[in-house]
């Protein structure tokens, strides 16, 4: 599939996730509230947590290897094989937690409604979710991108489609239901264009374990766990202490500042996320300068034009996009948009560590910014109030962006010394 065909069907389906995410978050803004805002941050943090774990990051190891062996069968389908098997066993461990700590997980989320029956959807929904991802992985591997775009367009209707009727229907006990159910509906959808299209043979599922395959698939893991683990970890602990300290207009007010903010950095991520990785992957020393560079020239320019446009028309944002009931946004929007710019920047230089397979330094920076966003976010509430979240927010990605320079001061800044 040319360049041209898979862009075209990647902004489709980016599009499509991006209406589907406007308006169920229209409709939680308006029937929920801030209270709703705010639990099902809490609840939709703990589902990343558990897809994140439960598919134990080798995504982009199947992505890879997938890709390395589509023409010799034995050991495609060995990787498959061992993919699904390494998914459901980790998922079936995380399940397993979620069963030991129900009680602490429901006092947490705040789940007093039938709560061992929603427990054993959460259980079904995490088992589907690692199922659903590995499979579009191997789509991807195989560059079955109509069928990987296919899939997530239906997924993202279904999806708001359940979660405006439940929430229309059962209000916050419906947001809640959506949440797990969908990612079991979605799973069903993948199932269905599975047995429509046939991508390769369903028996290689079924394939045994081989352990030199989870070796090599394991290599991936690491950055793939870490990285959203330390930003749902530490959104989590913000987001809880801003609710203990201030209360659920705040807490769900700040989760809706979030939300604005994955909504127009989505456009960003993924037009570069299949771009970057490979292109580094290839490039070295002032080649790789030159690229992130020519790269910054673009993302900048974009990133500043779309914050201050957010920024100007904030009002008819929250307006439109959610209630008059989130008017707190307009305490933290500004730093809240400084931070973003800055942000898509690091993201940038994050993704030369990821190419590069620099595992060791990726977790520290990933551990860095989470500790430091918490440990600055209590230090500056105390200090200026509300408003301390964003400036903390801001302030992190000064340091982060400021210390991945100094990390990558040989290849940005420091002149190469020309061989005689």
């Known amino acids: 599939m040319n360049f041209i065909k898979t862009s075209f069907l990647s902004g489709l389906s980016t599009a499509i996730s991006l209406l589907a995410r406007l308006v169920s978050t229209k409709i939680v803004a308006v029937y929920l509230g801030t209270n709703g805002m705010f639990l099902m941050g809490q609840l939709k943090d703990f589902l990343r947590l558990g897809n994140t774990i439960g598919s134990f990051g080798i995504e982009n190891g199947i992505v890879k290897y997938v890709s390395e062996y589509e023409n010799e069968k034995d050991k495609l ?92 229907e059962m209000e916050i006990i419906g947001a809640f239901y959506a949440l797990a159910i969908n990612q079991i509906f979605s799973f069903f959808i993948n199932i269905a264009f599975f047995l429509i299209y046939k991508p390769f043979d369903v028996n290689w599922i079924f394939k045994k374990f081989i352990y030199n395959n989870l070796k090599k698939l394991s290599s991936f893991s690491i950055m793939a766990v870490v990285g959203p683990t330390c930003l749902i970890v530490s959104t989590f602990i913000v987001r809880d202490f801003l609710f203990d300290e201030y209360g659920s207009d705040y807490a769900g007010s700040w989760e809706a500042m979030w939300r604005i903010s994955a909504i127009y950095l989505l456009f960003l991520i993924t037009t570069f996320k299949f771009y970057l990785i490979p292109t580094f992957s290839k490039l070295s020393d002032n080649e790789l300068k030159n690229e992130v560079f020519k790269i910054w020239k673009v993302v900048i320019p974009i990133i500043m034009i779309i914050t201050a ?112």
């Open 309 to 420: 446009g957010v920024y100007v028309t904030k009002d008819l944002i929250i307006n439109i996009l959610l209630s008059k009931e989130f008017v707190l946004i307009n305490t933290i929007i500004l730093f809240h948009l400084l931070g973003d710019v800055i942000k898509i920047n690091c993201w940038v230089l994050g993704n030369i560590m990821i190419s590069k397979a620099d595992t060791k330094s990726f977790v520290f920076f990933q551990i860095e910014w989470s500790l430091i966003f918490v440990v600055l976010t209590y230090l500056f509430t105390q200090q200026y109030g509300f408003v301390g979240v964003s400036i903390a927010y801001f302030v992190t990605y000064i340091i982060h962006f400021t210390l991945l320079n100094i990390y990558f001061r040989k290849l940005l800044w420091l002149k190469k010394n020309s061989s005689n």
């Open 77 to 168: 389908g060995d990787i498959i094989g061992t993919s699904f098997k390494i998914n459901f066993t980790s998922a079936l461990i995380f399940s397993a937690l979620i069963i030991i700590f129900k009680d602490q997980i429901a006092d947490f989320l705040q789940i007093n409604f039938s709560e061992n029956f929603y427990f054993l959807i959460l259980i079904f929904s995490i088992i589907s979710a690692t199922a659903h991802t590995c499979f579009l992985s191997i789509y991807n591997g195989l560059n079955k991108i109509k069928l990987y775009v296919l899939v997530n367009i239906f997924s993202n209707i279904l999806s708001a489609i359940i979660l405006v009727l439940l929430v229309l």
